[in-house]
T-cell receptor
Framework: GAVVSQHPSRVICKSGTSVKIECRSL??????MFWYRQFPKQSLMLMAT?????????EQGVEKDKFLINHASLTLSTLTVTSAHPEDSSFYIC????????????FGQGTRLTVV | GNSVTQMEGPVTLSEEAFLTINCTYT??????LFWYVQYPGEGLQLLLK?????DKGSNKGFEATYRKETTSFHLEKGSVQVSDSAVYFC???????????FGKGTLLTVNP
């Protein structure tokens, strides 16, 4: 299958700082990328859908000013957690897909964010 | 809206036991159905999928059949191994936006 690389895998940051997480499709062009948040022992919560070259579509209840998503190219999307607080600590996962991949979604390895 | 309900875990089995994880769904139209597996500390990997009624997805000894009449996509494996220990997610995708709706996940632990 296709490869999606997410970086970093783990990050610890101080309250009030911003953190950027990258999601790259390594061997295909991803027209659509998704960002999820996973709480301990819970399912994945879709945060936003990102289409290349356009603004991300955020799910209800997700603060777009806090979770900035950029999808500037067909192989890269970034999620920036701005002014992070301890309650933002979580596991963030991206996925990428395109019509060329028969709409199958390929997931990154996830990023464990800890805000101290 | 779309929803997925899957068997709550955790499920603990001995090696070589039979596995069933139940999954039912609610969706408009004709969704595609998926099972994903998540190993500790990792992202999700597609285990198998089915895109239309009566299709059977299979991979690594796991199987699931798309049952439209019962709106179900139960995951089965005849003989589990310790290496199958992971969290399993049932999911569906409907519409043109490729969005996935996930179940809550089922933690499977297989003991030697």
């Amino acid at each position: 299958g296709a490869v999606v690389s997410q970086h970093p895998s783990r990050v610890i940051c101080k309250s009030g700082t911003s953190v950027k997480i990258e999601c790259r499709s390594l061997d295909f062009q991803a027209t659509t990328m998704f960002w999820y948040r996973q709480f301990p022992k819970q399912s994945l919560m879709l945060m936003a859908t990102s289409n290349e070259g356009s603004k991300a579509t955020y799910e209800q209840g997700v603060e777009k000013d806090k979770f900035l998503i950029n999808h500037a190219s067909l192989t890269l999307s970034t999620l920036t957690v701005t002014s992070a607080h301890p309650e933002d600590s979580s596991f963030y996962i991206c996925s990428a897909t395109s019509q060329a991949m028969n709409t199958e979604a390929f997931f990154g390895q996830g990023t464990r964010l800890t805000v101290v | 809206g779309n929803s997925v309900t899957q068997m709550e875990g955790p499920v603990t089995l001995s090696e070589e036991a039979f596995l069933t994880i139940n999954c039912t769904y609610t969706a408009t139209g004709y969704p595609s159905l998926f099972w994903y597996v998540q190993y500790p500390g990792e992202g999700l990997q597609l285990l198998l999928k089915a895109t239309k009624a009566d299709d059977k997805g299979s991979n690594k000894g796991f199987e699931a059949t798309y049952r439209k009449e019962t709106t179900s996509f139960h995951l089965e494996k005849g003989s589990v191994q310790v290496s199958d220990s992971a969290v399993y997610f049932c999911a569906l995708s409907g519409g043109s936006n490729y969005k996935l709706t996930f179940g809550k996940g089922t933690l499977l632990t297989v003991n030697p």
